[in-house]
């Protein structure tokens, strides 16, 4: 398997656009989590899905965020429009079981830049 | 959830070992110590987790005190490559992996 792969892999884009980031989580994993990482509030959990309901969205910073899973090997993260202050990584991991027993697989990354 | 509590920085010279603590004193029965660290600005990359025994495998070392309230991460001979951030946290029913500010480990030659 190829891993956790996300596009694209650096964004650029004006204030008030419509950002969408891309997640294919690993095949068979039934859990998805989308990340968010700046220096100054280091790696925070955004939302994560659980065989492609989102479970706990409690980390989403603001309406202008939404995430998607409509299939088991694809979800987007929908900025809009976006800010600023939005500039950073976003990372998506995939699990499997979601049990206490498993590990997270992450993707490289976004890094978004909104100018 | 447990929270986690780490140096913020630590130093290793190349081809000792590295020792990274972590204390987790409201850690509950069910609840898993997991390591992960994030070399640069990549992914965060899986290394070890435990819930009694200490566990080992290719890359580390994993230490957790017999009352689980705290954890070391050893890594037998550390290499330059080895320089990361480090995280300890603690998995939660649900799946959620929360991190916390880690430690970041520099392994000088």
């Known amino acids: 398997d190829a891993g956790v792969i996300q596009s694209p892999r650096h964004e650029v884009t004006e204030m008030g656009q419509e950002v969408t980031l891309r997640c294919k989580p690993i095949s068979g994993h039934d859990y998805l989590f989308w990340y968010r990482q700046t220096m100054m509030r280091g790696l925070e959990l955004l939302i994560y899905f659980n ?65 | ?34 390591w992960y660290r994030q070399i640069h600005s990549q992914g965060p990359q899986y290394i070890i987790h435990g819930l009694k025994n200490n566990e080992t495998n290719e890359m580390a070392s994993l230490i957790i005190t017999e009352d689980r309230k705290s954890s070391t991460l050893i890594l037998p001979h550390a290499t330059l490559r080895d320089t990361a951030v480090y995280y300890c946290i603690v998995r939660v029913r649900g799946g959620k992996l929360i991190f916390g500010q880690g430690t970041e480990l520099s392994v000088k030659p």
């Open chain 1, 51 to 115: 065989n492609n309901v989102p479970i706990d969205d409690s980390g989403m910073p603001e309406d202008r965020f939404s995430a998607k899973m409509p299939n088991a090997s694809f979800s987007t993260l929908k900025i809009q429009p976006s800010e600023p202050r939005d500039s950073a990584v976003y990372f998506c991991a995939s699990s499997s079981h979601g049990g206490a027993n498993t590990e997270a697989f992450f993707g490289q990354g976004t890094r978004l830049t909104v100018v």
């Open chain 2, 1 to 34: 959830d447990a929270k986690t509590t780490q140096p913020p920085s630590m130093d290793c010279a190349e081809g000792r070992a590295a020792n990274l603590p972590c204390n987790h004193s409201t850690i509950s029965g069910n609840e898993y110590v997991y």
